[in-house]
Each structure stands twice: as C-alpha cells, then as structure tokens.
C-alpha cells in the first residue's frame, strides 16, 4: 500500500443540501485524512480549465455550468491508497448503480448531480490537487 493524495469536491448538489459534514464523515471513517481544504465557487473559466479533458464530451458545458452555479468544498484527502479509496467511498458515477452506503448512493441526485468528484488516477490527482493548492506539497 502506499501512501498518497488525492483531490475531492463536494459539489454543488451537496454543499446546497449542506451535507458537507456527513460527507467528510465518510472519508474520515474510512481512513482518510483531510490535508487541505476550502470553499469556494468557481468561475466559468476555471470549470472550464479543470474540465478541460471533458472539453469534446456533449456534456461538457452543462457539466462546466453546473460545478460553477455554487459553492463547491475542495480538498486533499490522504492516506493509504488515497485514491482508489476515495473512489470506493464515493461509489459509481450513476448512483443508480452505486453500492448501498457509498456517498453517491446515499446522497447523489442523478448522474449530473452526483455529489462529489474524485481524482481517476496518481495523474489526475497530482494535477487537480495543483489546480486548487498550489502550494500543497
């Protein structure tokens, strides 16, 4: 196992049902730390810039609208295999396919409303966690 980083939003369907705090609940129970936080609500331009792998997707600007229309909780969660627990805690992205007590099965409205994000891999981790702190090292 090893010991990483990883980034994590709670979206906007989430911080304006104000479950923020049973969702850092579940990364805390499941071992992970959080490194880094803070709330903020993104521009047009920066859900673009963080998007911008998603830029050909038909999704793409609804997904780009959505994650700038509120507030949003980014932070660094840590520890052992920091992503792929993070990705186990959230749950599939459509939450009709989400295992029972994953974030997404819990509180996720669709699968454009889907709660939280998480970084897919060391990559993306790395560049998504520079995109919001710069600094973290």
């Known amino acids: 196992m090893a010991y990483e980083h990883t980034l994590s939003i709670i ?9 923020i705090g049973k969702i850092i609940q579940l990364f805390e129970g499941n071992g992970l730390s959080i490194s880094a936080c803070k709330m903020l609500t993104l521009t047009q331009e920066q859900g673009k810039e963080f998007y911008i792998e998603h830029k050909e997707r ?14 949003v909780l980014v932070q660094v969660l840590s520890g052992e295999d920091a ?33 939280v994000h998480g970084s897919d891999s060391t990559q993306s981790a790395k560049r998504e966690i520079n995109f919001f702190f710069p600094d973290f090292t």
């Open 58 to 71: 038909p999704f793409y600007d609804d997904l780009v609208s959505y994650i700038s229309s509120e507030p």
């Open 83 to 115: 992503i792929a627990k993070n990705r186990q805690i959230m749950g599939a992205t459509n939450p009709a396919d989400a295992e029972a007590g994953t974030i997404r099965a819990l509180y996720a409205e669709s699968i454009d409303r889907n709660s």
């Open 11 to 19: 979206k906007p369907d989430a911080t304006s049902r104000n479950l």
